[in-house]
T-cell receptor, first 110, second 112 residues
Framework: GQQVMQIPQYQHVQEGEDFTTYCNSS?????IQWYKQRPGGHPVFLIQ?????EVKKQKRLTFQFGEAKKNSSLHITATQTTDVGTYFC??????????FGSGTQLTVLP | SAVISQKPSRDICQRGTSLTIQCQVD?????MFWYRQQPGQSLTLIAT?????????ESGFVIDKFPISRPNLTFSTLTVSNMSPEDSSIYLC?????????FGPGTRLTVL
C-alpha cells in the first residue's frame, strides 16, 4: 500500500500565528485526503486532492498537492482556538480504504 | 453524508474476555471499514467488511482475533477476542461515500 510520512508530530502556536503540516511519500500518490480529529472526537473529512499541483482553499485552510504527487501540505492562516486538534493526511486505496499518516497535533495558545 | 452509530461507546474489560462492537449506518453501503487507534497514535485499518463475503484483513490482523460480521448493508460487528491490555484502543467503523470517508464516534476499549 501507499505509505505517507507526516511532520511535525506536534506543533504549538500562539493564536493568530500560521500553521503548516506536511505529508511526504517516496512513491507517487493517486490522491491525498486530509482529516481533522478534535480531542475526544473522530476524524472528520476536510478535503481530497487528486491532481498534480492542485491547490484548494477552505476559508483559512489551504491544501496543496505537489507537482510530483509525492507530497502534500495543509496550511492554516491566523490560527484560532477552534483549530485545535490532530490533522491527518491519508491515502485512499482502490477499495476506498484509508492509509493514514501519523498526524500532527496542533495546540493553539490563547 | 452518512450518520454512523457505534455501541458501546466505551467499555472496560478483563483480559481473556471478548467484546463485540456494533456499527450501524443510516443508509446502505457496500463496504464498511474497521480501524484501530491506539492511545496517541494514528488510525490503522483492521479490515474491510463486504456484505455477503468474508472480510478482508490487513497485515497484522487475523480473523481469529478480530472476527467481523456483515449481515446486511447497514450493519457490521467487530469482535475483539481473548483481549489483552495491548488491545486497549479506540475502535472506529467507517464508510465511504463520494470519495469522502465518514467515521462513527468510536468505541473506547480499556483492557485490564
Amino acid at each position: 500500500g501507499q505509505q505517507v510520512m507526516q511532520i511535525p508530530q506536534y506543533q504549538h502556536v500562539q493564536e493568530g500565528e500560521d500553521f503548516t503540516t506536511y505529508c511526504n511519500s517516496s512513491t507517487t500518490l493517486s490522491n491525498i485526503q486530509w482529516y481533522k480529529q478534535r480531542p475526544g472526537g473522530h476524524p472528520v473529512f476536510l478535503i481530497q486532492l487528486v491532481k498534480s499541483g492542485e491547490v484548494k482553499k477552505q476559508k483559512r485552510l489551504t491544501f496543496q498537492f505537489g507537482e510530483a504527487k509525492k507530497n502534500s501540505s495543509l496550511h492554516i492562516t491566523a490560527t484560532q482556538t477552534t483549530d485545535v486538534g490532530t490533522y491527518f493526511c491519508a491515502v485512499s486505496g482502490s477499495a476506498r480504504q484509508l492509509t493514514f499518516g501519523s498526524g500532527t497535533q496542533l495546540t493553539v495558545l490563547p | 453524508s452518512a450518520v454512523i452509530s457505534q455501541k458501546p461507546s466505551r467499555d472496560i474489560c478483563q483480559r481473556g474476555t471478548s467484546l463485540t462492537i456494533q456499527c450501524q449506518v443510516d443508509s446502505q453501503v457496500t463496504m464498511m471499514f474497521w480501524y484501530r487507534q491506539q492511545p496517541g497514535q494514528s488510525l490503522t485499518l483492521i479490515a474491510t467488511a463486504n456484505q455477503g463475503s468474508e472480510a478482508t484483513y490487513e497485515s497484522g490482523f487475523v480473523i481469529d482475533k478480530f472476527p467481523i460480521s456483515r449481515p446486511n448493508l447497514t450493519f457490521s460487528t467487530l469482535t475483539v477476542s481473548n483481549m489483552s491490555p495491548e488491545d486497549s484502543s479506540i475502535y472506529l467503523c467507517s464508510v465511504s461515500r463520494d470519495n469522502e470517508q465518514f467515521f462513527g464516534p468510536g468505541t473506547r476499549l480499556t483492557v485490564l
